[in-house]
């Protein structure tokens, strides 16, 4: 019995290991693409002076399992954003979970042109807000990249999330993270805000 549990901790600290490991890398690409001026949003004078994000400290906690729910005959719809651009998105279907005991749902959703691209027909679109926006986090919310993943435990790694462009630069069409999509917890995970 002893050397089952031994097993199952190793396998399961490997496991947040190897899921850390994984946050460390998005957020190292993350700077790297902010720091090369082809692809950085940031404007002139901020790319100028640009050393890194500010992120949360990488958190096992904000690694979450949460059950999907697949959304069915859902129409597309325009999702506001902060110009008069209303891209066309779907809802997938629901992600519930807990954090603190405390359970929590948000959706996710499918850009319908983007997901005629090849190599982006997987691809999901998971915003959301929480309580430390406008405080620790950028004021508009922030975004979570997703692909669809087999079975109905689904991974959601916060500390992936990131930043809309419009944070940095106000010329971005961003999308609003719609109302459905606001947690009542402080999300301590991912991008901070720009500028204090």
């Known amino acids: 019995m002893k050397k089952i549990l031994v097993l199952l901790f190793c396998t399961s600290l490997a496991f947040a290991q190897k899921d850390l490991s994984s946050a460390e890398k998005f957020q190292s690409e993350l700077n790297k693409s902010y ?60 992600l519930h979970f807990e954090i603190d005991g405390k359970a929590f749902k948000l959706n996710v959703y499918q850009n319908v042109d983007l997901n005629k691209k090849p190599g982006y027909e997987d691809y999901l679109f998971l915003p959301f807000s929480d309580l430390t926006c406008g405080k620790e986090s950028y004021i508009g919310g922030r975004y979570v990249d997703m692909k669809i993943q087999k079975g109905k435990i689904w991974t959601i790694d916060f500390n992936k999330a990131y930043n809309p462009y419009c944070a940095y630069n106000y010329e971005y069409s961003c999308p609003i993270v719609p109302l459905e999509n606001d947690l009542d917890i402080e999300i301590l995970a991912g991008v901070k805000k720009f500028h204090d």
Do not use: C, H, W
């Open 35 to 94: 720091a090369d001026s082809l692809k950085s949003p940031l404007m002139k004078e901020d790319f100028k002076q640009f050393k890194g994000l500010d992120f949360f400290s990488i958190n096992e906690k904000y690694i979450v399992e949460a059950t999907f729910i697949r959304t069915k005959k859902e129409k597309p719809f325009g999702m506001k954003t902060t110009t008069s651009r209303t891209p066309l998105y779907k809802k997938y279907g629901e």
